[in-house]
């Protein structure tokens, strides 16, 4: 089954799959640490902890974060764009890191997007759709090469037409392939075999709320409450807190409309 995700990973570690493959440890106060920074004149509170599978799509008004010593990993609208080579430079260089890999996937559209800074300078950058290519920037890497080839073809259902500007691959397909070379999974199901579940990965979630706000007991009740269902439901839409109009976090963050 496709899945949805947009996610920014900081690597300061020569095998993360190995790391990622043996358990990762969270650390809870350096995610709240980086959440605040990632958020400079907003409030980030606090409503638990879900795995990063869960995560990968989070709210119009979420944020989540997970800290694991050389790894991090961030969760956020901010990061779904057709251009990720354009993303925000203070969220590209929040953390030190030997590199940084962006994947951004969207199945209603079937875009699939990712990228990858090494030693702070963009190495690759790729967005498509299937017949629509947004973005290709940089040398290609290994293993790009059986899809540009043809090996993973696009399937169409009984009867459809190919279209004859369509690309030799599913973007998607394409870009979480990616982040398996990188990282050694991916959230579409089936796993492979070798694939690490994003489900045994955790980050903390926060609620991005405008500077000054005070967290109201619905807010104490969501962190609270076990389980990414809580985390990833109607936020706000109880006690005082206030429902948010899609794309508000992104003015609050001042990037404007994503592209």
Wanted: hydrophobic share 40%.
């Amino acid at each position: 089954m496709a899945a949805k995700a947009s996610m920014l990973w900081f690597v300061n570690s020569n095998d993360p799959k190995a790391a990622i493959r043996q358990g990762l440890q969270h650390d809870p106060a350096a995610a709240a640490s980086l959440a605040g920074a990632l958020c400079p004149g907003l409030t980030a509170v606090p409503i638990g902890e879900a795995s990063l599978a869960a995560a990968a799509t989070p709210a119009d008004d979420q944020l989540f974060v997970g800290v694991y010593g050389s790894l991090v990993v961030v969760t956020s609208p901010v990061l779904s764009t057709t251009t990720p080579s354009a993303l925000p430079e203070s969220w590209v260089t929040a953390v030190p890191a030997d590199a940084v890999i962006v994947l951004h996937t969207e199945p209603e559209s079937s875009l699939g997007a990712f990228a990858r800074w090494e030693n702070g300078t963009l190495r690759r950058s790729f967005s498509a759709n299937p017949v629509t290519i947004h973005e290709n920037t940089g040398l290609p890497f290994i293993f790009e090469g059986p899809f540009w080839a043809g090996e993973h073809p696009l399937l169409y259902a009984d009867g459809a037409k190919p279209d004859p500007q369509a690309l030799p691959f599913h973007p998607q397909e394409f870009a979480e392939q990616a982040i398996r070379e990188w990282l050694g999974f991916r959230f579409t199901t089936p796993l492979g075999d070798d694939d690490s579940d994003p489900a045994h990965i955790t980050v903390s979630g926060f609620a991005i709320r405008p500077a000054g706000y005070q967290p109201t007991e619905a807010d104490v009740e969501l962190a609270l409450a076990p389980g990414p269902d809580a985390i990833n439901g109607e936020h706000g839409e109880t006690g005082d807190a206030k429902p948010h109009t899609p794309g508000r976090v992104a003015r609050w963050f001042g990037f404007g409309p994503k592209s």
